[in-house]
Nanobody, 121 residues
Framework: EVQVVESGGGLVQAGGSLRLSCVAS????????IGWFRQAPGKEREGVGC???????MYSDSVKGRFSISSDNAKNTVYLQMDSLQPEDTAVYRC???????????????WGQGTQVTVSS
């Protein structure tokens, strides 16, 4: 069964950093890409970035230069490093397994439960 589980959320002050983890099971990164998404209260889900073992990474304009995605293939884990966090980054962050990198949700079929990131001003 294809599953992904996020962890690493928390409360951080503006300007701080957090690293989220997405642990994959039931597949390898040769089979699927990993997308990162976030959803703030009252807002639509937003694609943050994506990791593909063959094509690399992509990011939304809103996080480019502040967030970075990396992987530890031995641990079947993808990380979302978030630096220079701002209050507007507050959201539930979820990772998902998909068939191609996209900032839209349509390419993804297996979603994690999400982890809360709160950035205080």
């Amino acid at each position: 069964e294809v599953q992904v589980v996020e962890s690493g959320g928390g409360l951080v002050q503006a300007g701080g950093s957090l690293r989220l983890s997405c642990v994959a099971s039931g597949f390898t990164f040769h089979d699927y890409v990993i997308g990162w998404f976030r959803q703030a209260p009252g807002k639509e889900r937003e694609g943050v970035g994506c990791f593909s073992i063959t094509d690399g990474t992509m990011y939304s304009d809103s996080v480019k230069g502040r967030f970075s995605i990396s992987s530890d293939n031995a641990k079947n884990t993808v990380y979302l490093q978030m630096d220079s966090l701002q209050p507007e980054d507050t959201a539930v962050y979820r990772c998902a397994a998909g068939i191609f990198c996209s900032l839209g949700t349509g390419a993804y079929g297996s979603w994690g439960q999400g982890t809360q990131v709160t950035v205080s001003s």
